[in-house]
């Protein structure tokens, strides 16, 4: 099989394009349509939030993220994992990698809720007192910390693209943003959504 190489997905600009998109997006829509009265400044919200989320970023990238787009290059490239036995290649690919990744991250979710010492980082998220876009940026680093080693067993388990791989990474952290916003939605938009994804 043949594989991009990592650096080359990992130097792209769309990634983070994505990433402020999709928040202005969602903090327009909450001026907008907010669903609940603003309890606290959104400006302080924003500013400690965007500072822990520019903290945890740079650690993300210098320490993990590198080095899973460098696995997964090597483990797409070998067609080790589930997705080389079943020799799926271009976009069929990435749509079930992405299906895959979604469900694992799905589990990957309830463990932190259940399980006590991985609660111990997820809760710095849930102490938010009053939920908007910008809580999808309050993460404790030692949680994403945690999730790059599950992620690892993942690449190892399946063998996404790294192309899938970027893609999955930025859509968990566009939908995020999503689902935490203080937006309401028209009743017929709502229950179209969430026949498909988790909304607000």
């Known amino acids: 099989p043949r594989s991009a190489p990592a650096s080359a997905h990992h130097s792209s600009p769309w990634r983070p394009a994505v990433f402020l998109g999709v928040l202005a997006l969602m903090l327009a829509l909450e001026t907008a349509f907010p669903a609940r009265p603003w309890a606290a400044s959104r400006i302080k919200r924003l500013g400690f939030h965007a500072l822990v989320a520019g903290v945890n970023t740079l650690l993300y990238r210098v320490l993990l993220a590198a080095p899973l787009l460098a696995l997964a290059a090597a483990v797409h490239a070998r067609g080790l994992g589930l997705r080389g036995r079943l020799d799926l290649e271009g976009p069929a690919e990435i749509l079930v ?13 309830r463990w932190n809720h259940r399980v006590g010492f991985f609660w111990r980082f997820h ?25 790059g080693g599950m992620k690892a067993l993942w690449i190892l388990a399946w063998g996404p ?40």
């Open 97 to 109: 990698s992405l299906v895959v990744l979604d469900l694992l991250d799905y589990w990957w979710h």
């Open 123 to 147: 809760r710095a998220h849930h102490s938010d007192t009053h939920v908007d876009a910008t809580t999808s940026l309050r993460f404790h680093f030692g949680e994403l910390a945690l999730s």
């Open 161 to 200: 693209s790294p192309l899938a791989f970027l893609v999955f990474e930025a859509a968990i952290t566009a939908f995020a943003q999503f689902h935490h916003a203080n937006v309401d939605l028209p009743g017929p938009a709502e229950r179209a959504a969430r026949l498909v994804l988790m909304t607000p």
